[in-house]
């Protein structure tokens, strides 16, 4: 929903969202309001955010990240301005066959670079060629179902267990 979505609107997008999504929302507004309390008995906000995040609930980030969506918001609706906007979940993206086949090759080199260069490297050569590339972890999610884990573990430098040692046939030569 858009940030500056109207009250009627939060409201709307509430109404509409599953019993599970209005339980977080109650949820963060539970935690909102004990910072609020923490802060009125003399606690600064921060000392306040870092308290509860300790219990395990949320992290401080997120934490923030809700008191940023409620400020300036009439207390009587910080609700449904607290409701999460999971997104995602539609579609697998479009990757052209041969960016992905470059990244894997520039991945899986025995030098061993970094991923984020070779995503850089990628996302260069794709702009150059006009080719729209969905993100980072997009593209690590259908690597990792191109290659089998043995593949992948050996390149991150791990050992191969013994049981699947075990199961490869022998080379013949």
Excluded at 15 to 25: E, H, Y
Excluded at 64 to 84: E, F, K, Q, T
């Amino acid at each position: 929903m858009a940030e500056g979505a109207s009250r009627e609107q939060q409201w709307d997008f509430y109404a509409r969202q599953t019993d599970v999504a209005k339980k977080r929302a109650m949820n963060r507004l539970t935690l909102i309001n004990q910072i609020e309390a923490l802060v009125e008995a003399g606690m600064t906000k921060s000392a306040a955010v870092t308290a509860l995040s300790g219990l395990g609930d949320a992290s401080a980030a997120s934490i923030w990240s809700w008191l940023s969506a409620v400020a300036g918001i009439n207390r009587h609706d910080r609700l449904a301005y607290l409701v999460p906007r999971f997104k995602g979940g539609g579609c697998p993206a479009a990757i052209e066959t041969r960016l992905l086949d470059r990244l894997a090759a520039d991945y899986l080199r025995p030098e061993r670079p970094s991923w984020a260069a070779c995503v850089r490297r990628v996302r260069v050569f794709a702009e150059s060629q006009g080719i729209a590339l969905p993100h980072a972890r997009t593209l690590w999610r259908r690597l990792c179902k191109l290659y089998d884990g043995p593949t992948i573990a050996l390149h991150l430098g791990e050992q191969v267990p013994a049981w699947l040692v075990r199961r490869l046939p022998a080379n013949d030569r």
